[in-house]
């Protein structure tokens, strides 16, 4: 069983874009984070819906983070409560090149949760984080990810 997560906007400073600056796949949506204007320290927040993850859950997604002082993205799992499940999933901080890495994680099994996607703000500058491809389905995760260049 598949479950392709529709993240929905609860900031306004998350953008859904099919043009401009390019995705990792050439058709449909990807979503970024652009920090042109704002404060160090500010966040924007994508939350997924409640669903209840499969058995043998795991949660995939890609991620670019591009441009100096490139602030930082982090990944929760919470329950119907927004109360965490167990710790961070992911954290990455910091200009990552301009190459699109994959993530792949074990989330809990048989649950009721949302994944939250957290950027925050660097210090100044023209740089952005962006996500595609997020999907939670059954399975093991892979050793090795694909590094995409773009």
């Not at 997604?61 to 919470?78: D, I, P, W």
């Amino acid at each position: 069983m598949k479950l392709k997560i529709r993240i929905e906007i609860r900031i306004l400073e998350f953008y859904f874009s099919n043009s401009g600056f390019m995705g990792l796949f050439p058709v449909g949506t990807f979503m970024y984070y652009q920090s042109l204007t704002g404060r160090e320290g500010d966040v924007a927040i994508l939350k997924s819906p409640n669903f209840t993850s499969p058995d043998n859950a795991r949660l995939n997604f890609y991620y670019h983070m591009k441009g100096e002082m490139t602030g930082q993205l982090s990944v929760r799992a919470v329950n119907a409560s927004e109360y965490p499940l167990g710790s961070i999933l992911f954290r990455r901080q910091g200009e990552q090149g301009n190459d699109w890495f994959r993530f792949c994680t074990a989330l809990p099994s048989n649950q009721e949760m949302s994944v939250h996607f957290t950027a925050t703000r660097g210090t100044q500058g023209n740089n952005h984080i962006a996500l595609d491809d997020v999907t939670i389905d059954s399975g093991d995760c892979p050793c090795k990810f694909k590094i995409f260049q773009v």
